[in-house]
């Protein structure tokens, strides 16, 4: 069956993925996505009732470590990729009235 | 004596013996780099003032005693999305084309610490999502054995390089073959080992389930010793795995014999969509494993078309949640004009990333969206372990896996990026083995009727990259 994706459709993932899509943008994203949909319900012939998902090939656990601290103070270097700082902060458009 | 032509462990040899000096080294790849780069655009970023430098502490060490190891001294090309303390790591991307990290990732480590020198981040496809290269803001790469085709992808500017001379060895990473792929199209040896094996300590992510980092080099040997150097359990990547101390001695595979080895090949690996040539020379590959001893057979993989799709639901998926760092705030790209916080962060990632990655991302975001969650992501999750089944069911009969790294040879500029479904199916050898975790190895098998490069694909279970090193030196030697 085809997939058909709506504007609203669009609207709601651009806002997930934190897009602003030009309208151009908006309507490639809709055919794209529905030729990839389209082609990803190939996975629907499959039987996976019972199957466990695997998100890991092995059988991994929780890593934990001391809570020691090993790096030392790298801020001033951090900072030095920010787009904008100041007194050692991160510099954010203002966000409470 | 033209330097720049060495292989890593040649040179090595070389500078261990005095007959080259490390700065003679780096010197020669830099000469060659001049004269090539402005055709190929293999680098994104050059560092020769420091590597000159760092030529003059590790020729210290090496005088001194301290370093003495295969790789000392030898100059390295680090594909850009792995970071490099103080240099410019960009993954290709304008969202991170001013960063300059504050730390290495310990593959790289692992190399400085074997007396490594960087010369260059490589170029590749933006965050490492294409399959030619031609997605990165930099502008793509160029096949250096016929520039009008591309090198592959997304490791292609260090497949390139490596192919152009303009480096001795290159680090790459693969999440679905981008590491087997590119060094298929380009004519050199590419590794993808054994999930867990490499540390993804300082490797910007894409899909973290997948992502491995490995060696692209000039032949085998090569092959082997850099592995042995970037290998490492690594308390710092939580799914990196502990291996056995002699399990880490990969050069020590480097031996002709494949004798009683059980190659099995894929029937559904050379059906439809299999170009003649490429067949005929990948089956030639598995005739000379055979008259040296190997045991050949055809056999039946089950679900090889399957994992595509459910590749790029897992790959697209983990990637909108990886990316979501990329916010203009702490780090990389922020636009210029914005009006409040969340209109900053949407434009600075609409502006800063580029077609592909922006259609992963929104693919990803759907496919974790309440609603669609079970029905894409979840049915990937089970088709991966179908597919792990169905692997490990091949690896009771069989030692290795043989077949093509791509169905094709390199395809022309500008022909790929119009139809990203097809451009997917050309992954359908490679992918699958990220799926499962396995070890992959890609070695040159010969050149189509065009003299465009063709590689042969061999895969193991997890953790026998010392068998596919094995078949690897054996083929290699036997050509």
Known sequence: MANVITDETIEYVGILAKLELSGEEKEAAKKDMGNMLNYIDMLNELDTDGVQPMSNVFPVKNVFREDVVTNGDDSENMLANAPEEKDGFYVVPKTVE | MDIAKMTATELGRKIKAKEISVREAVEAVFDRIKSVEGEYNCYVTLCEEQALKKAEEVQKKIDDGTLTGPLAGVPVAIKDNMCTKGVLTTCSSKILGNFKPTFSSEAVLNLEKAGAIIIGKTNMDEFAMGSTTETSFFGPTKN????????????????????????????????????????????????????????????????????????????????????????????????????????????????????????????????????????????????????????????????????IPAYYIIASAEASSNLARFDGVKYGYRTEDYDGLHNMYKKSRSEGFGAEVKRRIMLGSFVLSSGYYDAYYIKALKTKALIKKEFDKAFEKYDIILGPAAPTTAPKLGESLSDPIKMYLGDIYTISVNLAGLPGICVPCGNDKNGLPIGVQLIGDCFSEKTLIRAAYTYEQSR
């Open chain 2, 144 to 307: 250096p054995r016929n520039p009008e085709y591309v090198p592959g992808g997304s490791s292609g500017g260090s497949a390139a390089a490596v192919a152009a001379d303009e480096c001795y060895y290159a680090l790459g990473s693969d999440t679905g073959g981008s590491i087997r792929q590119p060094s298929s199209y380009c004519g050199v040896v590419g590794m993808k080992p054994t999930y867990g094996t490499v540390s993804r300590y300082g490797l910007i992510a894409y899909g973290s389930s997948l992502d491995q980092i490995g060696p692209i080099t000039k032949d085998v040997t090569d092959c082997a010793t850099v592995l042995e150097a970037i290998a490492s359990y690594d308390a710092k990547d939580s799914t990196s795995v502990k291996r056995e101390p002699e399990d880490y001695k990969f050069t020590k595979a480097l031996v002709e014999d494949v004798k009683g080895l059980k190659i099995g090949i894929p029937r559904t690996y050379f059906g439809e969509g299999i170009d003649e040539e490429v067949k005929e020379k990948v089956l030639a590959a598995a005739k000379v494993l055979e008259s040296r001893g190997a045991i050949v057979e055809e056999f039946d993989l089950g679900l090889v078309d399957y994992a």
